[in-house]
């Protein structure tokens, strides 16, 4: 996987959170501040605009570029969170980026979101998505499944993730101060952290 993977990945991504903006806002309006669709659009058109303005050429460059830009732009807690994931990401990834290596990057990348927003799976965040898919990655990995079939469980573990927080009960974020009003609404975060492994997995497709 060379640099122009990666950049079609967040630029896959900004096209569906794009897409999708008004159902992400619809999420968070139920259980948050109804921002989340225009938080990350915003931050993901910046991203775009980022990675266009100067071409990064290491699949590294391209993370740490995106993961600056969503800290940087994107005002309430998904963009340092995200930020976070993507600039371990940049960190850990060795080259040349190999299934095995991209696997190993991403968990490093949850670990990393998990540490600075101190949610476990089960609190009804993004953390539900992705640590699902990056427990996919790992086994596709074992199971020594081609690239494109690891991206697309991955979606699935995530998507399966986010539909997985409907039931739950928020203990992290704005959602947590609802308490069990929270219940019965799909998180936002989670809902978007899909988008991204969907995204991921359209560009290998
Ligand atoms: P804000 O809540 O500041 O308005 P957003 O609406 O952009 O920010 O993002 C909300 C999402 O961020 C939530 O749905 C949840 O998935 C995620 N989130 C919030 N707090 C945490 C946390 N401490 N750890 C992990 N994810 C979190
Ligand atoms: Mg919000
Ligand atoms: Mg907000």
């Not at 460059?61 to 940049?90: C, D, N």
């Not at 690891?150 to 998507?159: H, I, K, M, T």
């Not at 997985?164 to 959602?175: D, L």
């Not at 975060?189 to 991921?200: N, Y």
Request: charged share 25%; proline share 4%; aromatic share 4%.
């Amino acid at each position: 996987m060379e640099a122009d993977v990666f950049v079609a990945w967040f630029e896959a991504a900004a096209r569906m959170v794009h897409d999708e903006r008004d159902r992400l806002t619809r999420l968070d309006a139920a259980i948050g501040d109804a921002d989340h669709g225009t938080n990350l659009d915003r931050g993901l058109t910046e991203v775009r605009a980022a990675l266009d303005g100067s071409p990064p050429e290491t699949p590294g460059q391209v993370l740490a570029t995106a993961g600056a830009t969503l800290i940087r732009r994107v005002g309430g807690a998904s963009g340092p969170l995200y930020g976070s994931v993507f600039r371990q990401m940049a960190k850990s990834l060795e080259s040349p980026v190999t299934l095995a290596g991209f696997a190993a990057a991403f968990e490093d990348g949850v670990v990393a979101l998990e540490r600075l927003g101190k949610a476990v799976p089960g609190d009804k965040t993004m953390v539900d998505a992705l640590t699902p898919a990056s427990r996919a990655l790992a086994l596709a990995v074992r199971d020594g499944v081609g690239v494109r079939e690891a991206f697309r469980q991955a979606a699935r573990a995530a998507e399966e993730g986010a539909k997985a927080t409907i039931p739950m009960q928020a203990r992290k974020g704005r959602a947590s101060y609802l308490g069990e009003r929270s219940v019965g609404h799909e998180d936002p975060g989670a809902a978007s952290a899909a988008l991204f492994m969907a995204a991921l997995a359209s560009v290998v497709a």
